[in-house]
Nanobody, 124 residues
Framework: QVQLVESGGGSVQAGGSLRLSCAASGRTFSSYAMGWFRQAPGKEREFVAAISWSSGRTYYADSVKGRSTISKDNAKNTVYLQMNSLKPEDTAVYYC?????????????????WGQGTQVTVSS
């Protein structure tokens, strides 16, 4: 059974940092793309960042570019999202997701697996 389990969320003040983790299990993800999305109350789920398991290629939303870094640890089957200089508008539930191919990577559609989410709250 495929599982994506996020962790690392929490409450921080503006300007602070958090590192989110996504532990993947249940299949081989070597050919997959891994994405981070977020959803704030009353808003649609939006793309944050993605990374290719095989090539390490990355892609970021403009809203987090320069403040966030996505990375992976193949040995641990874990993807990370390091977020710095956090802003109140970063407050959301953050989800990890996996899709078979690196295409239309920023669309919420087409991802095969999703985690349960982890809450990030940034206070001003």
């Amino acid at each position: 059974q495929v599982q994506l389990v996020e962790s690392g969320g929490g409450s921080v003040q503006a300007g602070g940092s958090l590192r989110l983790s996504c532990a993947a299990s249940g299949r081989t993800f070597s050919s997959y793309a891994m994405g981070w999305f977020r959803q704030a109350p009353g808003k649609e789920r939006e793309f944050v960042a993605a990374i290719s398991w095989s090539s390490g290629r990355t892609y970021y939303a403009d809203s987090v570019k320069g403040r966030s870094t996505i990375s992976k640890d193949n040995a641990k089957n874990t993807v990370y999202l390091q977020m710095n200089s956090l802003k109140p508008e970063d407050t959301a539930v953050y989800y990890c997701a996996a899709k078979r191919f690196w295409s239309d990577i920023s669309s919420v559609h087409g991802y095969d697996y999703w985690g349960q989410g982890t809450q990030v709250t940034v206070s001003s």
